[in-house]
């Protein structure tokens, strides 16, 4: 990741994280490219302590409120990850016009890649409270309704919204403060 004034400092809190595609391109428009964002975190929450406690995710960007045993590290790897799957998705089913977008907003010292998924950075926020923690999961869930895309936050698919009013939701998210 590049670097950032905003710093991982308090490892053992939970943060709000928004990660961001490149030129803001419409990614999460298939439900393929969602699944593997799921799946990194389903992998995640097995093999690294990651907690979700919520997310949300939008066309081209996703808010999400984690904590792991090494919340930066894990994110790295999130991103790596799941740019190399969603960047073979792309190939696979021939979506040129953003691969060109991709290929068009990499940052010239990425070297190892013809292409760039997410941009650089992802804004942590420490939540230091259980306030701050329900402001946060408020605001990402609402993201969708802001947005027109929904009139209420639990009619977003892609959103843990459903979970924290008793639904089963795509992915567990960790509730206890």
């Not at 590049?2 to 710093?7: A, F, L, T």
């Not at 699944?35 to 997310?55: A, H, R, V």
């Not at 691969?99 to 068009?104: D, V």
Request: net charge positive; glycine share 4%; with cysteine.
């Amino acid at each position: 990741m590049g670097k950032s004034r905003y710093q991982f400092k308090e490892l053992k809190k939970p943060y709000f994280l928004t990660l961001t595609i490149c030129g803001w391109q419409p990614i999460f428009t298939q439900p393929e490219t969602v699944q593997i964002i799921l799946d990194s975190w389903k992998y995640l929450q097995q093999e690294s302590n990651f907690k979700l406690y919520g997310y949300v995710i939008l066309e081209n960007h996703i808010h999400l409120i984690a904590q792991s045993d090494n919340i930066q590290t894990d994110l790295q790897r999130f991103k790596s990850y799941t740019a190399r799957q969603i960047i073979d998705f792309l190939k696979t089913h021939k979506i040129s016009l953003i691969l060109q977008q991709l290929a068009f907003y990499k940052k010239a010292h990425k070297l190892e890649s013809e292409y760039q998924l997410w941009q650089e950075g992802s804004h942590p926020q420490v939540i230091e409270s259980e306030d701050i923690l329900r402001q946060k999961l408020e605001y990402m869930h609402n993201n969708p309704v802001k947005q027109g895309y929904v009139d209420k936050p639990e009619y977003w698919r892609y959103s843990s919204a459903g979970n924290y009013l008793g639904e089963a939701g795509l992915i567990e998210v960790f509730k206890a403060w």
